[in-house]
């Protein structure tokens, strides 16, 4: 009876397999390949590219090769990236034979076999002020110093005294060489309590040199009102990057990963520094897109497809409005119209990727030739204390 029941057990444990191996590779085919997650608009006059400016291997104080990397942003379906590594530490010194320029030569090869376009950066890293700063569009990086060190092999460890000049001395090699600095993560977490100041007077002085030109408002997915502020204050353009040491699939596997979203005429690293340097760009993270006005203008309108159709209901004349949001980011906005907006309180409305929503307009006693739609977007923010709000005019057809 035993040996009956074990046999039982067995043919039930096959079945189970079998039912497991036929339904897995259906559940991974419905699967949307990561390459594929982000549909986003171009906007008028230019193209949309996702970027991360602030990525980390081996070659500093990451745990991944530089291969790695380019492969990671090709899952994603970025468009460009930059390895930002430490001009000021090492991570495995007694293991790579380190070069500063080493990172971005195996990172421009891999690349080379695909989409994505490598940015040479770098990062320049003290712990007292002007702080942390990713430099972006420099020709070499073994030539910008870091004189403010003492020791950088495996450790982090700054010179007792250290001369204004060591500290700008980085700064200046990237004037030279043509490129820019942005601003990153402003944050009290571990600066030099001796000094809270966010922005210095070294920072005015990189801005008043045309060195320093952005700011990092989203580091590894989280929203900075400080830098925020920076950015308007300051008038910088707006980053959001990843910031990524280890395997960035994992961190982000429910979501998209934190991206600068740029704006440039054509994807070439001349277009994407003039794109930059006029400010042209979307922080975007988890579901929110953080910028300027003109720019998060265009993109949502450029998300968001309106038609209007008329009809009538038991008692009155109606309009249906029907937005179509065709792109992968959820929208939260609430509208507002001369008409009464069904069931809908506040104007509250979710408007859910790649989906059409329908609004009832109730009653319409006279149908006009158009229809004029307020919007605020309450994922889209202009300012740490704003939503973008714009007006949509729709024309309604006979």
Request: hydrophobic share 40%; charged share 25%; glycine share 4%.
């Amino acid at each position: 009876m035993l040996e009956g029941k074990t046999d039982m057990m067995r043919k039930i444990q096959m079945f189970l397999l079998l039912v497991a191996s036929l339904v897995t590779p259906l559940v991974l085919a419905q699967e949307k390949p990561r390459n594929e997650r982000l549909n986003l608009p171009d906007i008028p006059g230019y193209m949309t590219l996702k970027a991360d400016f602030h990525l980390h291997t081996v070659f500093s104080d990451g745990h991944v090769w530089p291969t790695f990397r380019v492969k990671e942003a090709q899952l994603d379906g970025l468009d460009v990236i930059s390895l930002t590594e430490h001009i000021d530490y090492e991570g495995y010194p007694k293991e790579l034979a380190y070069q500063r320029e080493r990172a971005y030569a195996i990172a421009l090869e891999a690349a080379a076999k695909t989409e994505v376009l490598v940015i040479r950066g770098v990062e320049i890293s003290p712990r007292v002020p002007p702080y942390h700063h990713n430099a972006l569009f420099i020709k070499n990086v073994d030539q910008i110093p870091y004189d403010y060190m003492k020791d950088t092999q495996h450790t982090f460890v700054m010179k007792e005294n250290i001369k204004r000049s060591e500290l700008m001395a980085p700064f200046l090699e990237v004037e030279k060489q043509g490129g820019m600095v942005f601003y990153n993560h402003p944050s009290y977490k571990w600066w030099d309590t001796k000094d809270t100041l966010l922005f210095t007077d070294f920072h005015q002085e990189l801005l008043d040199k045309g060195i320093l030109g952005g700011v990092e408002v989203a580091n590894s997915g989280r929203y900075n009102p400080i830098a925020h502020e920076l950015a308007e204050t300051y008038n910088l353009t707006l980053f959001s990057n990843s910031d990524e040491h280890y395997d960035i699939a994992r961190r982000y596997q429910n979501s998209h990963r934190p991206m600068t979203l740029v704006f440039a005429k054509e994807k070439t690293e001349a277009a994407i520094q003039d794109a930059i340097l006029n400010r042209r760009t979307l922080a975007y993270f988890r579901e929110y897109l953080v910028g300027r006005f003109p720019e998060a203008d265009a993109f949502f309108k450029a998300s968001i497809s309106v038609t209007v159709e008329k009809g009538k209901s038991k008692y009155a004349s109606i309009l249906k409005v029907h937005l179509s949001n065709t792109t992968d980011i959820p929208y939260r906005i609430r509208c507002k119209t001369p008409y009464v907006i069904e069931d809908l309180p506040l104007g509250q409305l979710f408007l859910p990727p790649n989906e059409t929503t329908t609004i009832v307009l109730n009653p319409v006693w006279k149908f006009p030739t158009q229809l004029t739609l307020e919007v605020v977007v309450e994922n889209m923010l202009i300012s740490p204390d704003e939503a973008l709000k714009t007006t949509l005019e729709i024309p309604i057809n006979e």
